[in-house]
């Protein structure tokens, strides 16, 4: 054979074998390929729950772990799951599916190892785009509800302040007028009962004898504009 022969031999060779590769290695990449694009379908969920807790998403079996994916307090409560409900059990099967997306991006479908496998769970986790519209739309509602209440108090404070203003006047009116009849001395500021006895050569107990009408239960508590005989 000639050495042109030769080489044309084995250049042919060579291009059938990688040939004969590339056929081989495209199906794999092919799956690769897939196996990586492919979401979860829309069922997962309601797949798990079934495995996890017969599919009730209301159950609290006193286990440690609640509703329809069985969380645990603590799952909820660290991935937000109290802006819905105190336990998992207790949410609607949408905000568990909501909580759960944010679980599932942070650790995979290992945060539910048996069953995750059994219902056939790969890629990324369905209803991620639902649960940030349904957060806001929780976050919405608690800022609505927060105003309420501000609204409600100020509201309180505002009726319990008019209220007070003006029933202080009414007390006040009252020991004015109280025993405010005519006598020889009307009462001013800073007097007492002694210090007015003193000034017409009395006591106090003689005056107070003659004005308790007018004075009340209490000898201690004249008002300015009360009126005593002397």
Known sequence: MSECADIHTRTSSRKTAVLAGAILLAPLGLLSATGNATAADSGVWDRIAQCESGGNWSINTGNGY?????????????????????????ASKAQQISVATKVQNAQGWGAWPTCSARAGASGSAPGAGSSSAESSSAKSGS??????KSGSSKSGSSNS????SSNAPERSTAQTSRGTGRGDYTVREGDTLSTIATRHGLTW???????????????????????LML
């Not at 107990?205 to 009126?227: E, M, S, T």
Request: no cysteine; proline share 3%.
């Open 161 to 164: 302040s008019q209220s007070g």
């Open 66 to 90: 609640y509703g329809g994916l069985q969380f645990s307090a603590g799952t909820w409560r660290a991935y937000g799951g109290t802006a819905y409900a105190s336990t998992a059990d207790k």
């Open 205 to 227: 107990q003689r005056v107070y004898a003659a004005n308790k009408a007018v004075v009340g239960g209490d000898p201690d508590l004249i008002v300015p504009g009360q009126r």
């Open 143 to 148: 800022s609505k509800s927060g105003s309420s």
